[in-house]
């Protein structure tokens, strides 16, 4: 896609910024708990997957209802039988946190699954975005252990996978993480072992990598999976479903490391990419190899100027590149990312290009060549910046205040300009609030910004700025808020 695209963006940067993303620092290394201690024999990389099956599993294809759509996160489903534990509140609490207004919290649970696959020795997953959050539960319908082969192939069969395609996700799935014994005491034994104070039983030996041990273990039978050599036949649920086809399946894996994990790259993707009917998700996802962000745009009333500043990064750069001015190289999963920052502190020239002028674009020069996405340029809007005469006062309590200056290109005329604040709505899907600005009362009609403001008490709440233009609401700066600006003029 050509950049810029707000939503593309910044599905964009959760599947491909790293560890800058916030997110893929909580599966690195493999086995990081961060709800208990490292020997509670627990990951977030196991949780994140389960979550994101357990979400999904609901989907009827027939009816189109149910699928990735984060009805995981309502407490009503967190409380059924089929979803027991602990891992789906954990897993959403850390993951819902990074959706925004163009991601939403489904879409963090299908990146959650494939940085944690990726991360963790499995293959690379296409990513795309666009899932809808739901706002009610959906109809109960995720697997147990207890039930038997039948009602295990009509589920699967529901949620739009065959009798081969439900051996092969149950095999990725599980080559991850285990059976904990407080949720099924039935299952798993106390086990007072230091190295698994969860007195979890895993389902393969190396359950914090990605790899076909769960099938090779199994076809050599010496696995421990409790699902399937568990002392309580009835939930031996994984030798049910592996054995299904006489073990061809797993034999299959057993054999390829490779071919395993191109079933799972095939099937967890469709598991992730399975969404109630009408939900349109966009392209899969690739990297941009140069991608400007965090750009911010702001007017200098007394100079008529603008000062720029942002950063650009670049991706996988090629072994031995060395451009100048590296800020901060990222890597995590098996990329490397690097961003350059730009500001008018490093370089001068960004602190005051001429307002009059404007900037519509921005191009950059990596190892001697010209990055512009074929001849269109990195697009940069002038229209509407916080103007630097935002400021605050210094008086302490009740008393204290700021004002928010927003400059508007003469001749933009929006029909409202406004602060935006991402929050969250009933539900707690994210949305953005508006707190609308009064147009100046007389704008000097040679100046080329016109200014907007609002005065409200001091607060430390960042904003991005919005308007309303032609229709149309534009979104322009990073969150920014009062502080950052100059203490009022007395
Ligand atoms: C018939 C189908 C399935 C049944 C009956 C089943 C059952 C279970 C059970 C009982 C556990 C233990 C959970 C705990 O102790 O907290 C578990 C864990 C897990 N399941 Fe499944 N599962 C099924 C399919 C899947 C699928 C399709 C996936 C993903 C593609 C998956 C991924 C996982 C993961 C990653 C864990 C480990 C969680 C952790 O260690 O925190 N399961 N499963």
Redesign the pocket.
């Known amino acids: 896609y050509v950049w810029p695209s707000p939503q593309l963006d910044a599905l964009e940067a959760l599947r491909w910024d790293q560890d800058r993303n916030g997110i893929t620092g909580l599966v690195q290394p493999c086995d990081f708990f961060i709800f208990g201690p490292a020997n509670s024999g627990?990951?977030n990389a196991?949780?994140w997957?389960?979550t994101?099956?357990h979400d999904m599993?609901t989907h009827n294809s027939t009816d189109g209802t149910g699928g990735m759509d984060a009805s995981i996160r309502f407490t009503e489903e967190q409380a059924r039988p089929e979803d027991?534990?602990d891992?789906f509140s954990n897993s959403v609490a850390v993951l819902q946190a990074v959706s925004t207004r163009y991601i939403s919290i489904a879409d963090t649970l299908a990146v959650g699954l494939i940085l944690a696959v990726e991360n963790c020795g499995g293959p690379e997953i296409a990513f795309r975005g666009g899932r809808v959050d739901a706002v009610e539960p959906n109809i109960p319908g995720v697997?147990?252990?207890q039930?038997d082969l039948d009602s295990?192939i009509a589920?699967f069969s529901r949620q739009g996978f065959t009798q081969t395609e439900?051996i092969g996700?149950?095999a990725?799935?599980?080559t991850?993480?285990?059976?904990?014994h407080d949720?099924?005491p039935d299952?798993?034994p106390e086990l007072n072992d230091p190295n698994s104070t969860e007195s979890?039983v895993h389902?393969d030996s190396t359950?914090v990598n990605f790899d076909n041990n769960i099938a090779i273990e199994y076809i050599a039978g010496t696995t421990k999976n409790p699902?399937v050599v568990g002392f309580n036949d009835t939930?031996n649920?994984?030798k049910r479903?592996f054995g299904s086809d006489g073990n061809a399946t797993m034999q299959s894996f057993a054999n390829s490391p490779d071919l395993f994990a191109s079933t799972c790259a095939d099937l967890?993707g469709r598991?992730v990419d399975t969404v109630p009917a009408g939900v349109q998700l966009t392209d899969v996802i690739t990297p941009l190899p140069v991608k400007p962000a965090k750009l911010q745009l702001l007017f200098v009333g007394d100079t008529n100027t603008i000062q720029f500043s942002g950063e650009v990064r670049l991706w996988d750069l090629a072994e031995g590149a060395n451009p100048i001015d590296s800020v901060v190289t990222v890597s995590g999963g098996r990329h490397t990312a690097t961003w350059y920052i730009f500001d008018h502190i490093a370089t001068p020239a960004l602190a005051a290009l001429d307002a009059a002028a404007g900037i519509t674009s921005i191009h950059y020069t990596v190892d001697n060549k010209l990055e512009d996405q074929d001849g269109v340029g990195f697009a940069v809007a002038d229209d509407v910046m916080f103007s630097t005469s935002s400021c605050f006062t210094s008086d302490t309590g009740s008393e204290a205040t700021g004002i928010f200056h927003i400059a508007v290109r003469a001749g933009v005329d929006p029909t409202r300009v406004y602060l935006e604040q991402p929050t969250r709505d009933s539900v707690g899907r994210p949305t953005t609030s508006e707190i609308g600005l009064t147009p100046p009362t007389q704008p000097d009609s040679n100046a080329t910004y016109v200014i907007w403001s609002i005065q409200m008490p001091l607060v430390f709440t960042a904003f991005t700025v919005g308007a309303e233009i032609d229709g149309v609401k534009v979104t322009r700066g990073v969150l920014t808020s009062m502080i950052e600006f100059d203490q009022c003029p007395t």
């Open positions: 627990r990951s196991a949780d997957i389960r994101a099956y599993a027991i534990g891992g697997p147990e252990p039930q295990h589920s439900m996700l149950v990725c799935g599980h991850m993480g285990g059976v904990q949720p099924f299952i798993v979890v389902f359950h699902l939930t649920s994984d479903i967890l598991m």
